[in-house]
T-cell receptor
């Protein structure tokens, strides 16, 4: 089955710790995106990558970092510099030449 | 600053009634997307609208796009309980070249039996 997987589904961390969220896709899509969703709100773009070894900041990149070493993988690290990291994180991918983004199941991160 | 506004934010409606959700945006765009989200779940794609005047229908939902008015509508016909969810529109600014979506804040729909 082709699709996007995110792991883990739920993640709990103590304040001050860095944490990495996984996003893998086997759709052979070139572009990948990370979004953050807070309760009762829409999604906001954190980082995106249109090709391997290249990525750009989105609207709320502060306190986050990413890498894109492989086409199928786009991990997101939430650093201790992120002031309010507790949120629902969604990864998406898109095929070059197509407009639609496809979303993974999400990871709910709770930092206490 | 690009803004995407949805209204209403909350909608409680009776079964079998009709209603429309509106999505206004503030920049040039020929591409607009509608998604559904169930509580605690990811986004499910409903409609992809890629040109002015585009209209798409699936079951009890119909979406349209007016790029001149910078407005999209999601019309619900004869609502049923299963349509209860949060609906998001997302705009893809034509000039960005990066296909970055800007999401509306969502419309939480509750269909009462």
């Amino acid at each position: 089955d082709g699709g996007i997987t995110q792991s883990p589904k739920y993640l709990f961390r103590k304040e001050g710790q860095n944490v990495t969220l996984s996003c893998e896709q086997n759709l052979n899509h070139d572009a990948m995106y990370w979004y953050r969703q807070d309760p009762g709100q829409g999604l906001r773009l954190i980082y995106y990558s249109q090709i391997v070894n290249d990525f750009q900041k989105g609207d709320i990149a502060e306190g986050y970092s990413v890498s894109r070493e492989k086409k199928e993988s786009f991990p997101l690290t939430v650093t201790s510099a992120q002031k309010n990291p507790t949120a629902f994180y969604l990864c998406a991918s898109r095929q070059t030449g197509q407009y639609e983004q496809y979303f993974g199941p999400g990871t709910r991160l709770t930092v206490t | 600053e690009l803004k995407v506004e949805q209204n209403p934010l909350f909608l409680s409606m009776q079964e079998e009634k009709n209603y429309t959700i509106y999505c206004n945006y503030s920049t040039t765009s020929d591409r607009l997307y509608w998604y559904r989200q169930d509580p605690g779940k990811s986004l499910e794609s409903l409609f992809v609208l890629l040109s002015n005047g585009a209209v798409k229908q699936e079951g009890r939902l119909m979406a349209s796009l007016d790029t001149k008015a910078r407005l999209s509508t999601l019309h619900i016909t004869a609502a049923v309980h299963d349509l209860s969810a949060t609906y998001f529109c997302a705009v893809d600014p034509t000039t960005s070249g990066t296909y970055k979506y800007i999401f509306g804040t969502g419309t939480r729909l509750k269909v009462l039996a």
